[in-house]
């Protein structure tokens, strides 16, 4: 059964700085995503990874994918207060097409 | 593109009683899923359509939920005999094969 863990759960930041959201999972899978949710809000999609080695940069987060250590990073650059929010990753279970495993979600707080 | 809708946005039911909710997916979308998220966790697949056709629903589902889309356009999403369990945000998505998924606002559901 796949299992998607993040870390860490919680983050809270100053603006400006740098930090690494980590995403595992447990078996192989061809796709991983990464969402953003704001509170009382739906989830909106930020990345699609599809490869070994995929790396794929809007704005302030880059997200990556290492397939053979079933790990995925999102990373935060020179972080501003707009970046608030639970990010999710979510990997499409193994042979389906539409249930994706979500992870518990990495809420942020981006401080001034 | 007016993105996912979902009707209603709260529904408030008490224990034992039916409830349907209803999705309009985007408009070019031939995949539609429902998922549920409850407070601090990820999204938990629900099931998913291609067209009319029911492709997929999780093990986890009671007999109790069932879905349809019966012309492959809007899809409705009921609950049989609620329980207090059943509180949750029910939301829904739409795509394309092997694109990211879009969500609505959701359904959120309160049982008393």
């Known amino acids: 059964e796949l299992k998607v863990e993040q870390n860490p759960l919680f983050l809270s930041m100053q603006e400006g700085k740098n930090y690494t959201i980590y995403c595992n999972y447990s078996t192989t899978s061809d796709r991983l995503y990464w969402y953003r949710q704001d509170p009382g809000k739906s989830l909106e999609s930020l990345f699609v990874?599809?490869?070994?080695?995929a790396v794929k940069q809007e704005g302030r987060l880059m997200a990556s994918l290492d397939t053979k250590a079933r790990l995925s990073t999102l990373h935060i650059t020179a972080a501003v207060h707009d970046l608030s929010a639970t990010y999710f990753c979510?990997?499409?279970?193994?042979?389906?097409?539409?249930?994706?495993?979500f992870g518990k979600g990495t809420k942020l707080s981006v401080k001034p | 593109d007016t993105g996912v809708s979902q009707d209603p946005r709260h529904k408030i039911t008490k224990r034992g009683q039916n409830v349907t909710f209803r999705c309009d997916p985007i408009?070019?979308?031939?995949?539609l899923y429902w998922y549920r998220q409850t407070l601090g966790q990820g999204p938990e697949f629900l099931t998913y359509?291609?067209?009319?056709?029911?492709?997929?629903k999780s093990r986890l589902l009671s007999d109790r939920f069932s879905a349809e889309r019966p012309k492959g356009s809007f899809s409705t999403l009921e609950i049989q005999r609620t329980e207090q369990g059943d509180s949750a945000m029910y939301l829904c998505?739409?795509?394309?094969?092997?694109?990211?998924?879009?969500f609505g606002n959701g359904t959120r559901l309160t049982v008393t």
């Open positions: 990874l599809l490869s070994n080695g």
């Open positions: 408009s070019e979308h031939n995949r």
């Open positions: 359509f291609q067209n009319e056709a029911q492709l997929e």
């Open positions: 979510a990997v499409a279970a193994g042979g389906s097409q539409g249930n994706l495993i």
């Open positions: 998505a739409s795509s394309v094969p092997n694109s990211p998924l879009h």
